[in-house]
């Protein structure tokens, strides 16, 4: 039950993406992270245990100005509740961030096949994988997407964010629950309504 949250609109978005985890601690979790575009760069910082942990970790070194951004709140489940496993994760170059909910059955098929065409993979989770299979593909992010879900076996949500197109998060959903926000000139994505409830009444669940 791993909390996501996404935000791309007017006003700051890592204040709004940390009050959407808030509101979904109910689901549980043991590590929690964002990724925010910041400049032109991606501002990724991430910590096992609660948000609080996270929290101080900002408070270090506080990316401001971001105004697309996601957060995620993970259950451990390839790989342990450290640091390193938390969400998001990267590509090899750090321009792609990927936060996920739920299993990618096929995760060490696709893991064999990215190590052996050269991909550095740093954590033990499935997540990470979608990052590497998107950094291998060209074209529109969106393209890029579709075609590395189609890989992909299990039941999971995910959101992606890249510097290749900076104003955009995607969202898919395949048998796990994910749910967009329509807000004055600002979307939020998130995996329950909570998340929504104050930014926005109008929700609209990704089919």
């Known amino acids: 039950m791993c909390g996501i949250v996404g935000y791309v609109g007017p006003d700051e978005a890592l ?27 991606l501002s990724v910082v991430k910590r096992a245990g609660k948000l609080g942990e996270l929290e101080r970790a900002l408070d270090g070194a506080r990316p401001s100005g971001g105004s697309v951004g996601m957060g995620h709140t993970r259950w451990a489940t390839h790989g342990a509740p450290t640091d390193l496993n938390a969400h998001p994760h990267l590509d090899c170059a750090g321009r792609i961030a990927v936060i996920h909910n739920g299993i ?24 990470e994988l979608v990052a590497h299979l998107l950094e291998g593909r060209d074209g529109p992010l969106l393209e890029r997407v579709r075609a590395t879900v189609r890989e992909l076996e299990g039941a999971y949500s995910l959101v992606v964010l890249s510097l290749d197109e900076p104003d955009v998060l995607i969202g898919v959903k395949v048998s796990s629950p994910l749910v967009v926000g329509l807000g004055d000139g600002e979307t939020i994505l998130a995996s329950d309504i909570p998340a929504l409830l104050g930014r926005t009444t109008k929700v609209v669940p990704v089919d």
């Open 104 to 127: 990618i059955e096929n995760f060490q098929e696709l893991r064999e096949r990215l190590e052996k065409d050269g991909h550095a993979l740093v954590s033990e989770t499935d997540t």
């Open 15 to 41: 204040p709004i993406v940390i009050e959407g985890l808030r509101r979904l601690e109910y689901r549980g979790y043991d590590s929690a992270g964002v990724a925010l575009v910041v400049g032109d760069g």
